[in-house]
Structures are given as C-alpha cells and as structure tokens.
C-alpha cells in the first residue's frame, strides 16, 4: 500500500480522497493555488505545497510543478480527482518516468479511451451499439456527405473532450459548414485538439452510465448504472441511481455491454461507461471516462461501496474483493450539484465571499463540500461548491428528503443552483420519471 498520496486536485474532491486516504492509514499532500491558500483541503492534508498563482495553467494543470511537489514531499502516488490533469494522458507517462504511482487506469488505456473516435472504433470490436456516424471528419465535404447518409439532425463532437466543449447539434443541412468550424475552434480553444467526430442526434434520450471496477488480474465488476439526464447545456446537474428507464433485464445487458468494452480495451481502476438510452430502451456507447466521477456517491450509496478507496487499493496492486454476485443494490440515492451560478440568469459564475453556510443533515443525507462561512468563491475554476447526496428506500422518499435538505440548506451572499434543484423535486414530470437530456430546457422556469 502507499504510504504518501499527493492530491493533484482542489475543492470537494480533495477533501473526499484525503478522507478515503486517512481512513486507509496513508499521509496526503494537498497542492494548491495562491488563491487557494484558506481552501479545508490544505487545511486537512497532512502536508501541503503551494504550486503558483490562481490561474489552472501555472499551477492546477502545470505538470512539473505538481511533479515537483511529489518529489520534495516523497509521495508514492499521485491522486488526480476529476478534470484538470485526470484524463491527461502525458502527466501519467510523466507520473510513471519519476516513479510515481498515477492512481487511474493504465497509460494506454487512458490514450485509447481518452480519444472519443478510437474508443467508439473499440466499443465497436467489442461488439457494442454505437450511435451511427463518422469516427473522424475530416473535411467539409466528408462531413455533409455522412449527414446525407444518417439524416438531419446530427450532432458534431470534440474527439479530445467533453463537458459539452466542442459540441454543436445541426437540424439543417445549411448550418453544417458552419457548425464544423465552430466547433473546430472551441475543440482546438478547450483541448488543444481541434479532431472533430459527427453522429446522428438521438431526440430525447436519457444519458445511463455504468460504473466498473477492475484489477490487474483479469477481473471486472459493474455496480450498476446512474441516470444524469437532468443536465444544461450538456453539463449535468443532478444524477439519480437506479434509473427509473432502467429494470433487471436492462441493468444486466447495459453492465455486460460496459465490460466489454472494459475487457477490450484492457482497462484497469475505477472507470465509467456513458450510454445514450431511447425511448424504445436502445442503449449507444458515447464514451467511457477513465476517473472517478463527480457524481460517484450515488452509486456508494446504493451499493455501499467505497470508490475512491477502491481506487487507491487497485492502483496499489490489490486483487478485488467483489465479486458480481456480491454487489447489491438497495434503495435509491440523488445528487445535486450546488455550483455558484445564477440559474435564473443564463447559469451565470457568483464568486465572493460567503457570509452565512449551513449544509442540514438528517438520515440518509450526505454533503459533500470544501466551503464555509466566511470561505471566498474563486472564478477561476469549477463553480461546483457542494454536492448533497440523499439515500432513502424508494424514489418517492429520495425525492422528498432531498427536497426538505434543499429547504434547510443556506447559502448566503453568492448565487447556487439550489433554487433550481427545489423547483425540480417539486416538479410533476421530474416526480413522474418523464425526464431526458431536455428536461431543463423545455421548462419555463
């Protein structure tokens, strides 16, 4: 096992892998920004390194300084969290040169499912349903000649990324050209890479993911699926498992499907495949994500596993101790994401200061935050600042214990989504399980 862990990461993250870490009997060390300096999670680390100034690129996603923070504090291993450094698949090569543990999933299978063109080429040998398309345009003309072929409307996608960067949906053939060029521009602007892929646009699908775990020994698990249709602008806000589009039959058939995909790719660590799901219960690869998720506490709820743990015993060589068999799911849990934006106005940042925080409690109620009273909201990063996570034996009682946390909760002085998040439990159509990808959008609040 490692004996010191380094937190490549910030915020609610940072604090929930140094707590997963302590509990492991393992030293963290937080890395942080200037502006970071008050931030729990160099509070809580037992060592931490300031690597420069607020901005990401000279201190969050500059790799030689988080390298150097490793060698000058002795940490074994590195912990990325989600976003920044994660995914990237040089700051593991560079992890590995020095002799530091990346705790992810190998290098190659970070480069083969990082890429969303190749990992559509290995969800295909691996016999999966893929939403119909092209793996890589190439050229206008390639582009029109695809959208011809699986009709309007299509959607265009960054091959590099995700989090709706570089993504465009075309209803008309006169909007092709210069949709591609956009999204060129944002893809190029937000990864580096301007590769672009087309798909046709599944109407109306619900977004399923599967959760999978996996060892260097061959073996694989699934924990089930969560449901994150609930999203704005491709950005999701609100994830629920089980999903109420899914049943046994399907669970079992999207799980083997994930593992699959898993086992062709030779994938090692906690990883998650992204399925679109009609309404004819159809399910289509999109992509698979090499990390733990933002919204993994679902998924520790129903089946009372521990992810971020696993994560850390996997990368350290351990067998793993589930097997399918043993895996069981009860109950059903719901996350809300609390960033600092104005959901009312255009899902506008709110930094500042926050002058009164009360996160409410209760049976079955997680929080998950870095910020306190006091605490001043940066707007130089993610404008996630807490996640309240409720379990509860049916969707019904979910619903409405995540309703009375979001009644209690205070935030003060800055602008969440928790307005929003109350206006969805209380929502007929959300109560009734009619949700899918446009959910928000066709909403008048």
């Not at 993994?296 to 067998?319: M, N, S, Y």
Request: glycine content about 6%.
């Amino acid at each position: 096992m490692f004996k010191k862990i380094l937190i490549a990461n910030r915020g609610e993250i940072a604090l929930r892998i140094i707590r997963a870490a302590k509990e492991l009997s393992i030293k963290t060390v937080a890395v942080y920004s200037e502006i970071d300096r008050d931030s729990l999670h160099v509070r809580f680390a037992d060592e931490s390194v300031c690597i420069g100034p607020a901005a990401a690129q000279e201190s969050y996603l500059n790799i030689p300084r988080v390298i150097a923070a490793c060698e000058i504090t002795g940490a074994d291993a590195v912990h990325p969290g989600y976003g920044f450094l994660a995914e990237n698949a040089k700051f593991a090569e560079i992890c590995e040169e020095h002799l530091v543990k990346f705790i992810g999933p190998s290098l190659e299978a970070i480069k083969r499912m990082g890429h969303k063109a190749e990992a559509i080429k290995i969800a295909k040998k691996a016999g999966v349903p893929v939403i119909p398309g092209c793996d890589e345009i190439t050229s206008d003309r390639q582009a029109q000649k695809v959208a011809d072929k699986i009709g309007y409307p299509v959607i265009i996608k960054a091959s590099a990324g995700g989090g709706g960067k570089g993504m465009r949906i075309v209803r008309e053939e006169e909007n092709l050209v210069p949709s591609l060029l956009l999204a060129k521009r944002e893809a190029e602007a937000a990864f580096s890479n301007s590769h672009i892929y087309l798909e046709k646009y599944i109407v109306k699908p619900r977004h399923v993911e599967i959760q999978l775990l996996a060892d260097n020994f061959g073996n694989m698990i699934h924990l089930g699926e969560r449901d994150c249709s609930i999203q704005f602008r491709h950005q999701k806000l609100l994830e629920e498992s089980p999903s109420g589009a899914v049943d046994a039959k399907l669970r079992k058939k999207m799980g083997e499907m994930a593992l699959k995909i898993a086992k062709q790719a030779r994938y090692t660590n906690v990883g998650t495949v992204e399925f679109l799901l009609d309404e004819n219960g159809n399910f289509y690869f999109i992509e698979m994500n090499t990390r733990i998720q933002v919204e993994h506490p679902v998924t520790e709820a129903v089946t009372g596993t521990d992810l971020v743990k696993e994560q850390i015993r996997l990368a350290a060589g351990e067998k793993l101790k589930y097997h399918q068999k043993d895996i069981p799911f009860w109950g059903h849990a719901i996350e809300c994401r609390i960033n600092a934006v104005d959901p009312f106005n255009g899902f506008s940042p709110s930094s500042g200061k926050i002058t009164h925080f009360y996160m409410a409690g209760g049976p079955g109620v997680r929080i998950d935050s870095y910020v306190y009273a006091g605490y001043e909201v940066p707007s130089f990063y993610d404008p996630l600042i807490a996640k309240i996570i409720v379990h509860a034996p049916s969707r019904e009682e979910a619903i409405s214990r995540m309703e009375r946390t979001l009644e209690e909760c205070v935030i003060e002085n800055i602008a969440t989504t928790i307005p929003l998040h109350l206006k969805i439990m209380r929502d007929e159509d959300f109560k009734q399980n009619k949700v899918d990808t446009h959910f928000l959008e066709e909403k008048e609040w």
